[in-house]
């Protein structure tokens, strides 16, 4: 019998599956990867195309288009990124941190590091490629779709403030002072929130936060069944952006949508007992089974 690995958005709506063998994944550094995911990186995994299909939601998913017939599709409800299709190629690909089975493949390599956020110190031993692979630096080869390109321009700040902004640019947000503090998330809902790895969220003062523009846009999901948990996404691309958190006095931003240096690199992994079994955690960083104590 052919191994199934299914897949879900953070609030269930959308369920998908896809059968072995799974050929190909790879962490992406590239400026709209970390926007739309909101997260340093996004981890890729391929498939054959008539191995996948939509078990739930599709009719509930919007699709950014990113470059000529590429489209990133979400789910509108709550945000989480889903697969796409490669007709051309036979193939389908889409995020590792959606699939809720264990995983017998394991990243390859880091690509688009030339995009990397710099302050992230890639400590796995992973092959690194400023592009896609050797020799498809530029264009991807006939038949393909365009490699993934830098975002728009990031918005101007207000004097002594830092921000970020989503793929489409049209949801902008800034804050003043000093962070409070950073890190990694391995729990399944920031997993399957960024639909990544994990979570890199920056903890801000509320005080000091405000979106620029693009209010209007944004759109906020909560889980019934958590006390805090929520995620903010932009409802013109589908990118993760910041989201105010009056009961911790403070807004969330994820990292991957920053457009400035905020001064501050991750201080710790939490929830590292609940890190996807494909990922390996290979910095020094401290490492907390659940919330610091």
């Given at each position: 019998?052919?191994?199934l690995?299914h897949?879900?958005c953070?609030?269930?709506?959308?369920?998908?599956?896809?059968?072995?063998?799974?050929?190909?994944?790879?962490?992406c550094?590239?400026?709209?990867?970390?926007?739309?995911?909101?997260?340093?990186?996004?981890?890729w995994?391929?498939?054959?195309l008539?191995?996948?299909?939509y078990?739930?939601?599709?009719?509930?998913?919007?699709?950014?288009?990113?470059?000529?017939g590429w489209?990133?599709?979400?789910?509108?409800?709550?945000g989480?990124?889903?697969?796409?299709?490669?007709?051309e190629?036979?193939?389908?690909?889409?995020?590792?941190?959606?699939?809720?089975?264990?995983?017998?493949v394991?990243?390859e390599?880091?690509?688009?590091v030339?995009?990397?956020?710099?302050?992230?110190t890639?400590?796995?031993?992973l092959?690194?490629?400023?592009?896609f692979?050797?020799?498809?630096?530029?264009?991807?080869?006939?038949?393909?779709p365009?490699?993934p390109?830098?975002?728009?321009?990031?918005?101007?700040?207000?004097?002594?403030?830092?921000?970020?902004?989503?793929?489409?640019?049209?949801?902008?947000?800034?804050?003043?002072?000093?962070?409070?503090?950073?890190?990694?998330c391995?729990?399944?809902?920031?997993?399957?929130?960024?639909?990544?790895?994990?979570?890199?969220?920056?903890?801000?003062?509320?005080?000091?936060?405000?979106?620029s523009?693009?209010e209007?846009?944004?759109?906020?999901?909560r889980l019934?069944?958590?006390?805090?948990?929520?995620?903010?996404?932009c409802t013109?691309?589908?990118?993760?952006?910041?989201?105010?958190?009056?009961?911790?006095?403070g807004?969330?931003?994820?990292?991957?949508?920053?457009d400035?240096?905020?001064?501050?690199?991750?201080?710790?992994?939490?929830?590292?007992?609940?890190?996807?079994?494909?990922?390996?955690?290979?910095?020094?960083?401290?490492?907390?089974?659940?919330?610091p104590?």
């Amino acid at each position: 019998m052919t191994e199934l690995y299914h897949g879900q958005c953070l609030c269930g709506a959308v369920r998908w599956q896809v059968a072995a063998p799974l050929q190909f994944m790879a962490h992406c550094h590239c400026t709209i990867c970390r926007k739309h995911h909101g997260a340093v990186f996004a981890t890729w995994v391929a498939a054959p195309l008539d191995g996948f299909r939509y078990t739930a939601g599709e009719d509930q998913l919007g699709r950014y288009q990113t470059s000529p017939g590429w489209y990133r599709p979400w789910c509108r409800t709550c945000g989480s990124v889903a697969w796409t299709a490669m007709p051309e190629q036979g193939m389908v690909a889409g995020p590792a941190g959606n699939l809720v089975d264990d995983l017998p493949v394991r990243p390859e390599f880091h690509m688009f590091v030339r995009s990397k956020v710099p302050w992230l110190t890639l400590a796995d031993g992973l092959p690194q490629h400023a592009t896609f692979l050797p020799g498809m630096e530029g264009n991807a080869p006939p038949g393909e779709p365009p490699v993934p390109i830098d975002g728009p321009v990031p918005p101007a700040r207000s004097p002594g403030c830092r921000g970020g902004s989503c793929a489409c640019g049209r949801v902008a947000y800034e804050y003043s002072g000093a962070p409070l503090r950073m890190y990694n998330c391995h729990c399944s809902r920031c997993r399957r929130a960024r639909s990544a790895a994990h979570a890199t969220n920056l903890f801000v003062p509320l005080e000091g936060f405000r979106y620029s523009r693009g209010e209007a846009l944004v759109r906020e999901y909560r889980l019934p069944e958590a006390q805090r948990f929520g995620v903010a996404f932009c409802t013109a691309c589908g990118s993760d952006v910041a989201r105010r958190s009056p009961q911790i006095n403070g807004a969330v931003i994820p990292a991957g949508g920053l457009d400035d240096d905020p001064g501050m690199a991750p201080q710790a992994h939490i929830f590292a007992a609940s890190r996807a079994n494909w990922y390996a955690i290979a910095d020094a960083l401290p490492q907390f089974a659940e919330l610091p104590v």
